[in-house]
Nanobody, 117 residues
Framework: QVQFVESGGGLVQPGGSLRLSCVVSGVIVRVLPMGWYRQAPGKQRELVATISAVSGSTTNYADFVKGRFTISRDNAKNTVYLQMNSLKPEDTAVYYC?????????WGQGTQVTVSS
């Protein structure tokens, strides 16, 4: 069974940076596209960024993070990363990684990101 373990969240001031990590087990990440999602209090979970399989040469971002966040992958470590710069209070959410299918399942516990002064 696939498992996702996210880490790297925390409390950061507006304008700050964080790097999230997601270690994946139970599947060979190399052959899969991967994505980061987030869920803010009272809101539905939304897709933040995706990265293509193998080389990760293709990335896509939601408009609200474009130019500030960068998704990357290390296939040797079965790990996906999300570098978040210029953070805003509206980025506050629990962040999750998953395989970006039409109906992702087996969600991990996520990692809390709080942007506040």
């Amino acid at each position: 069974q696939v498992q996702f373990v996210e880490s790297g969240g925390g409390l950061v001031q507006p304008g700050g940076s964080l790097r999230l990590s997601c270690v994946v087990s139970g599947v060979i990440v190399r052959v899969l596209p991967m994505g980061w999602y987030r869920q803010a209090p009272g809101k539905q979970r939304e897709l933040v960024a995706t990265i293509s399989a193998v080389s990760g040469s293709t990335t896509n971002y939601a408009d609200f993070v474009k130019g500030r966040f960068t998704i990357s992958r290390d296939n040797a470590k079965n790990t996906v990363y999300l570098q978040m710069n210029s953070l805003k209070p509206e980025d506050t959410a629990v962040y999750y990684c998953n395989i970006p299918t039409d109906d992702p399942s087996d969600w991990g516990q996520g990692t809390q990101v709080t942007v506040s002064s």
